[in-house]
């Protein structure tokens, strides 16, 4: 079955680490996303990238970093520089960018800083 | 500022009854609007898709309404039932040609 998959789906930091969350799709979707999800928000837009070896920035992009090697996969890399990192992020997927398709999303990953 | 808004109260309804729910914005244009279904520690589930030249799109229960001039979409469950009960969020295209998301209401039927 086609889909998204995120992993772990539980996640523990510790202060000054860096971690990396994956996010696989075999849906063949040239659009990928990550989403942040906090208490009480709405999701917030953290990267987003239309092809491979190309992403741009979201809203929130201070303290994330993001790479697309493959069409395939989009890890997201949250830095020591992430001030408040504990959250559930969530990753997308879209046949392409701004045409009106819907969005694919993983099962999530839930950060939690120790 | 661009703004989604939907009720932040849950909604709570009877079985078998018709659920609606709201979405209005501001300071956008979108040639479509999205609604996803999103349970808890789960992603959200694409639902319903309206493009801006669509008054009304259905699919099995559910219809959405949208007006361009009101800058609202309605969300319709009809003859809902318990396992309707999830949060329900509307998404419009942004400036970066990506989903921004409202916050979601909460529908709970009982039986």
């Known amino acids: 079955d086609g889909g998204i998959t995120q992993s772990p789906k539980y996640l523990f930091r510790k202060e000054g680490q860096n971690v990396t969350l994956s996010c696989e799709q075999n849906l063949n979707h040239d659009a990928m996303y990550w989403y942040r999800q906090d208490p009480g928000q709405g999701l917030r837009l953290i990267y987003y990238?239309?092809?491979?070896?190309?992403?741009q920035k979201g809203d929130i992009a201070e303290g994330y970093s993001v790479s697309r090697e493959k069409k395939e996969s989009f890890p997201l890399t949250v830095t020591s520089a992430q001030k408040n990192p504990t959250a559930f992020y969530l990753c997308?997927?879209?046949?392409?960018?701004?045409?009106?398709?819907?969005?694919?999303f993983g099962s999530g990953t839930r950060l939690t800083v120790v | 500022s661009q703004k989604i808004e939907q009720n932040s109260e849950a909604l709570n309804i009877q079985e078998g009854k018709t659920a609606t729910l709201t979405c209005n914005y501001t300071n956008y244009s979108p040639a479509y609007l999205q609604w996803y279904r999103q349970d808890p520690g789960r992603g959200p589930v694409f639902l319903l898709l309206?493009?801006?030249?669509?008054k009304e799109k259905r699919k099995e229960r559910l219809k959405v309404t949208f007006d361009t001039t009101l800058k609202q979409s309605l969300f319709h469950i009809t003859a809902s039932q318990p396992a309707d009960s999830a949060t329900y969020l509307c998404?419009?295209?942004?400036?970066?040609?990506?989903?921004?998301f409202g916050k979601g209401t909460m529908l709970l039927v009982s039986p």
């Open positions: 309206i493009r801006e030249n669509e």
């Open positions: 997308a997927s879209s046949t392409r960018q701004g045409e009106g398709f819907g969005y694919t």
């Open positions: 990238s239309q092809i491979v070896n190309d992403f």
């Open positions: 998404a419009l295209v942004s400036g970066y040609s990506t989903l921004t």
